[in-house]
């Protein structure tokens, strides 16, 4: 197969759809301007509000005007997250069957992937 023709034929696609999402963007901010509604091309969603938990000055402020509710209102929750390096330590702290075993369990194969410039 000639990859030669591919990569152009796949170059021209990817530009296509560059222009395609910028025109997409465009329509979408119109009808957005006419509010929420389902259509049978599409369903318009409005505006709405996420709640989210605050950080820094605003935590502090919320734990201020919360007081003793400040827990009823959120719940603490604690999080691991991979070292950097992880396979690394993995297999400079454990015997190879025990680092194998851990690996298996914490790691997942990512495909390949063509980054179009």
């Not at 296509?16 to 329509?27: D, G, M, T, Y």
């Not at 691991?80 to 396979?87: D, E, H, P």
Request: charged share 35%; proline share 3%.
């Amino acid at each position: 197969m000639d990859t030669a023709k591919l990569r152009a034929e796949g170059a021209k696609l990817k530009a296509s759809i560059k222009e395609a999402s910028a025109r997409l963007k465009e329509i979408e901010a119109e009808l957005l301007k006419d509010g929420p509604g389902k259509f049978e091309e599409c369903t318009v969603v409005g505006e709405s509000s996420q709640v989210i938990v605050p950080e820094g000055d605003d935590d502090t402020r919320v734990q201020e005007l919360a007081g003793e509710h400040y827990g009823k209102l959120f719940e603490k929750v604690t999080s691991w997250k991979c070292v950097k390096g992880f396979a690394d330590v993995v297999n400079a702290l454990f015997p190879t069957r025990t680092a194998e075993a851990i690996l298996k369990r914490c790691t997942k194969a990512k495909s390949g992937f063509v980054k179009w410039n």
